[in-house]
């Protein structure tokens, strides 16, 4: 399913997630839950973030978009409802992924982006809020977690028609590390974007983690 849709809003959240197969999410949660007890976590993670977005979604002002990687189409239907506009993540790792996504919504006339994971369940309407007012007067918005990643980028379509290099954003970041926002941080400022920060948030990704979430499943 693309991104297209005749009235598409000026605005749109982009959500990266994966299909829920044991074994395959999660994997830094398995050692403490299991394969499937990793999996079922990430489920309601994923199932958590859509909630938490729906408020803002029914003022049909923000599109939803669910990139997906992992599962066959069908399969991400039967997890997530069929009403959902979906697309399968496209790129080597995750930078050329997040980029493609940014650049396919841009190309569907949304100017205002937010992409989101699924591992913030804290994510609320009012950040989303945040975040979009935030791209009306800045090129970049972040949204810092507490392990030295983001939860979430927003860019600015208007990037792309100045020629600003955008695409540094997504290049030469160690993924996976600590050193992601602090290295986004440094490609904004060596090109010239300007940015705003969001509220610090935790990620959900490693066992300690789950003190946040105050989830105590029985390892399976």
């Known amino acids: 399913m693309p991104y297209n849709n005749n009235t598409t809003p000026q605005q749109a959240v982009i959500l990266f997630t994966r299909y829920p197969q044991a074994g395959k999410v999660k994997t830094r949660m398995i050692e403490r839950l299991g394969p499937q007890g990793a999996a079922n976590l ?6 958590q973030v859509l909630n938490n977005l729906n408020p803002i979604l029914q003022t049909n002002q923000v599109q939803l978009q669910v990139c997906y990687c992992g599962g066959s189409e069908e399969e991400v239907e039967d997890w997530l409802g069929k009403d959902i506009l979906l697309a399968q993540q496209q790129g080597n790792d995750l930078g050329e992924r997040m980029q493609h996504a940014f650049e396919h919504s841009w190309q ?5 982006v937010l992409l989101v994971g699924s591992d913030c369940p804290a994510i609320t309407t009012s950040i989303i809020n945040q975040g979009l007012e935030q791209l009306c007067i800045h090129d970049l918005v972040l949204g810092p977690a507490m392990d030295g990643g983001y939860y979430l980028i927003g860019l600015n379509k208007y990037l792309s028609k100045k020629n600003t290099n955008y695409a540094c954003l997504f290049h030469n970041i160690d993924w996976g590390s600590k050193r992601v926002l602090a290295q986004t941080l440094e490609q904004a400022r060596e090109n010239n974007l300007s940015f705003a920060l969001l509220p610090q948030l935790h990620d959900i990704d490693r066992p300690e983690d789950l003190v946040h ?6 390892p399976q």
């Not at 569907?108 to 205002?112: A, P």
């Not at 979430?213 to 029985?218: E, G, I, M, Q, V």
């Open 42 to 47: 990430h489920d309601q993670l994923t199932k």
């Open 108 to 112: 569907q006339g949304v100017n205002r």
């Open 213 to 218: 979430l105050n989830y105590h499943p029985n």
